[in-house]
């Protein structure tokens, strides 16, 4: 591979480590033509940006980030895919749901997540747990209306209540 193509490869990485938040580094090693192109697929429905690259291309994008990613450098060993996502927990989900099928690939060498970095296998359990900002919301949303419903709930109940007691004493002979 000439020189101009590597730096093209490298600049390319770089803009897609700026463009997306967060980002796995996949083994595929022992993953077939079907079975690449299964995952693949699989990435492209939950809006994963997968690419597999050379260590040493992805090792000199890391270099030149703004972000410190030498906790990553022993991941880049072997076949190295990379899952660019916006969400953080959405390949650890993908990944897992492999797992579960009792499938050895793709795994996890790590993931920069949430601003953090998470290295090996064992920390998959953990990404998946990763709450995505929408989720985070919806959370937020659904704890600040429960104190406003029980309000109103409670203004409800307590007007049928007194309703009833005015209709009660309107309807008692004097």
Known sequence: MKKEVKDTIIVELGQKLKEYPH???????????????????????????????????????????????????????????VMFTTTANVPAKLLKEYKDKKKDIPALKAAYAEEGIYVGADKLNELAAIKSKNEVIAEIVTLLQSPAKNVVSALQSGANTIHGVLKTLSERPE
């Open 23 to 81: 980002f796995y580094l996949v083994d595929v090693t022992g993953l077939n033509a079907e079975d690449t192109s299964a995952l693949r697929r699989k990435c492209f429905k939950s809006e994963i940006k997968m690419v597999v690259v050379k260590n040493k291309l992805l090792r000199k994008a890391f270099e030149a980030a703004d972000v410190d990613f030498e906790p990553l450098y022993d991941s880049l060993k072997g076949n190295t895919a």
